[in-house]
């Protein structure tokens, strides 16, 4: 896909991995809208040219107001990248209204923007879909159970409408980052890569095409899956 003059909305664009996405389209001459809920992270996108819409992704308003933000412009590249951890723990049922805000903005959040975007994706000559899923939607680590969970059912929903949109000028796209320095990752030791080198390894796969975008070492992981599905998620359970 050509991203030179084409109008994006990432979400999650304000920080992380969804904030080296929109500098890298935006270096690619995408014109780019941020979502967050942070008004001063938006600020600091704004001041660097960005389109801004704040909008909490966890709430059915939220997803309205982002979807307002952008209607009658013409949408041609969305990136759902925001997401969240969970606290759940499955011997503590006064977790479960943080595994659901982790469903709402991870799962039901994405699904909603793929559907009520599609009509403005479908009238531009080119267009895509690319959703953040995660090297844990191959195989769940056990500690992360409702996190995986979203992960896993987006993947799913990327691939089945990635069929139904196979004739059409709509381009499906998932990316599966491995383990990245951001805020989600803070209190986690061990190798990280770069925001910065995961999304361009986004941005290159949108760029030439691909449907599946492994960053880093999801590639090797891929590799081990195709050959055990069973050694992956053994690896993967403890991670
Ligand atoms: N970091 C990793 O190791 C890793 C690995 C695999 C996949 N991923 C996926 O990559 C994506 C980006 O992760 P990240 O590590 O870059 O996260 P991050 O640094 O924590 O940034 C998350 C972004 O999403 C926004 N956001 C969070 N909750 C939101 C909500 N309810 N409504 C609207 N916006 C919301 C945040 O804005 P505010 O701060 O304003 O809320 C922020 O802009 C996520 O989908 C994550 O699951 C990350």
Do not use: W
């Not at 992360?144 to 000028?169: F, P, W």
């Amino acid at each position: 896909m050509d991203l030179h003059g084409k109008l994006a909305l990432v979400t999650g664009g304000s920080d992380g991995i969804g904030r080296e996405i929109a500098l890298q389209l935006q270096a690619a001459g995408a014109d780019v809208i941020v979502t967050g809920r942070s008004a001063e992270k938006l600020q600091a996108m704004a001041a660097l040219g960005f389109g801004t819409i704040a909008g909490d992704l966890s709430v059915p308003a939220g997803v309205d107001t982002v979807v307002s933000g952008v209607a009658h412009r013409p949408l041609a590249l969305l990136v759902n990248n925001a997401g969240v951890g969970s606290e759940y723990e499955l011997d503590r049922p006064e977790t479960l209204e943080s595994a659901a805000h982790c469903i709402r903005t991870n799962l039901d959040a994405p699904i909603a923007l793929c559907t009520r975007l599609l009509p403005t994706l479908r009238a531009q000559p080119e267009a895509a879909i690319v959703n953040v899923t995660s090297g844990l939607a191959i195989a769940p680590r056990a500690g992360g159970s409702i996190y995986c969970a979203t992960k896993a059912g987006l993947r799913s929903y990327t691939q089945a409408i990635r069929h139904l949109l196979k004739d059409s000028n709509v381009r499906v796209i998932e990316a599966l980052p491995p383990v990245v320095e951001t805020n989600m990752t803070a209190g986690r030791t061990g190798k990280k890569m770069s925001a910065h080198d995961c999304a361009a390894e986004i941005i290159r796969g949108i760029r030439t095409g691909k449907s599946e975008v492994n960053v880093g070492m999801v590639k090797l992981l891929q590799l081990v899956h195709s050959v055990s599905p069973a050694l992956a998620r053994r690896i993967m359970i403890r991670f």
